[in-house]
């Protein structure tokens, strides 16, 4: 039989040994406390429902996986593997909270950080040397920005430094930076592989023992531990992930024709258009250009907030990777880069019709 596929991996991943009368689907395991003599321990060392997501992670991202309490809790794990004093080498645009939390550490004296734009690819090979940890987003948040992750990565790990990469945008149904060489593939898995809405947690996988073994210790002493409830919720989410990456993706890819060609659309940010400045690169070693797309709006902060609080389809809400559609405009929170337009409105592109999607996005269009 050949590997499965991903639709397949999604759906007979994670469950439990079949036998007569056994269940289909993984119990939620409640209890922090079980007899000596196993292999867990105390109830925040493991869980058999976070084994079961974790598992099923693993399939797609092609290693060892481990999950935690929340995205930002597995980025915290990884920002613990750097020495003290050591360098970071990061995106100047991206996730604000792991922007926040590099920027608290450096403050603190932690550690030093580098900020480039990874989609400059000699910026970022110059800022190599003497990196301890080179932490990629790509595509960036929310300018879709994309790195040249195998030269990167390649360049990276022949100078001896740790590479980490966010695949929360791309998922590995677009690529796999396992597979590419990097040492740490992070998830928010409230996103894509949850995908509902109704999840917060985080995942780590990699193939490496040492890695895995402190981040393990990072989980363990840490506290940063999933709940039993929102493992099982992730894993149910995780058996229509391909399903819904495959229809998003394809509305986004057409949201972004007709955004682009909007008269009162001033740019339009999304590597699937082979007018973005990334869609070469993109395509060289993607396998599609996933579902957020971001646009800026002709006028100002004040005109990109009337869109998003028109629309009736679209939720204006914080997050992506739902099955419904959301949008805000960035700039709304503090923390986001100045380098990101007060205009720019990141659109995660969900599962609904794409004729209602357009609708509305017309409608609430004409508010400018």
């Given at each position: 039989m050949t590997e499965p596929r991903p639709e397949t991996i999604a759906i007979t991943t994670g469950r439990p040994h079949?036998?007569?009368?056994?269940?289909?689907?993984?119990?939620?395991?409640l209890s922090s406390t079980f007899h000596a003599g196993g292999t867990i321990g105390y109830g925040r060392y493991g869980n058999e429902t976070w084994t079961a997501?974790?598992?099923a992670i693993a399939a797609f991202e092609l290693g060892e996986t481990l999950t935690f309490s929340s995205g930002m809790a597995a980025i915290s794990a990884v920002f613990s593997l750097v020495p003290l004093g050591g360098t970071i080498t990061a995106s100047h645009q991206g996730y604000n909270g792991a922007m926040?939390?590099?920027?608290?550490?450096?403050?603190?004296?932690?550690?030093?950080?580098?900020?480039?734009?990874?989609?400059?690819?000699?910026e970022v090979l110059a800022a190599l040397d003497g990196t301890s940890l080179l932490w990629l987003e790509s595509p960036t948040n929310p300018t879709l920005d994309v790195a040249d992750l195998p030269v990167l990565i390649a360049a990276a790990k022949k100078l001896g430094c740790m590479v980490s990469l966010d695949n929360t945008f791309a998922t590995p149904l677009v690529q796999q930076p396992l597979v590419m060489g990097a040492d740490i593939v992070m998830h928010s898995v409230t996103k894509?592989?949850?995908?509902?809405?109704?999840?917060?947690?985080?995942?780590v996988s990699t193939n490496d023992p040492g890695?895995?073994?402190?981040?393990?210790d990072a989980r363990k002493f840490g506290g940063a531990i999933p709940g039993p409830f929102e493992a099982w919720l992730a894993l149910r989410g995780i058996r229509t992930f391909p399903?819904?990456?495959?229809r998003a993706q394809a509305n986004a890819l057409e949201l972004a024709k007709r955004l682009s060609v909007h008269p009162k659309v001033a740019k339009v940010h999304y590597p699937g258009l082979p007018t973005d400045a990334h869609h070469e690169r993109a395509k060289s070693f993607m396998k599609g250009f996933g579902s957020v797309l971001s646009f800026v709006v002709q006028?100002?902060?004040?005109?990109?907030?009337?869109?998003?609080?028109?629309?009736?389809?679209?939720?204006n809400a914080t997050s992506l990777g739902g099955i419904e559609s959301?949008?805000?405009?960035?700039?709304?929170?503090?923390?986001?880069?100045?380098?990101?337009?007060?205009?720019?409105?990141?659109?995660?592109?969900?599962?609904?019709?794409?004729?209602?999607?357009?609708?509305?996005?017309e409608e609430s269009l004409k508010k400018i």
């Open positions: 079949a036998a007569p009368d056994a269940p289909l689907n993984p119990p939620i395991e997501l974790e598992s926040t939390l590099l920027h608290t550490l450096e403050k603190s004296g932690h550690i030093k950080v580098r900020f480039v734009d990874v989609a400059n690819t000699k894509y592989f949850a995908g509902h809405s109704d999840v917060l947690m985080g995942s890695l895995l073994a402190r981040l393990s399903l819904r990456v495959e006028g100002g902060a004040a005109q990109a907030d009337a869109v998003c609080e028109a629309s009736r389809v679209i939720t959301l949008w805000e405009r960035r700039r709304r929170w503090a923390l986001e880069s100045s380098t990101v337009p007060e205009a720019l409105i990141r659109f995660s592109v969900g599962c609904e019709n794409i004729e209602d999607l357009w609708s509305d996005i």
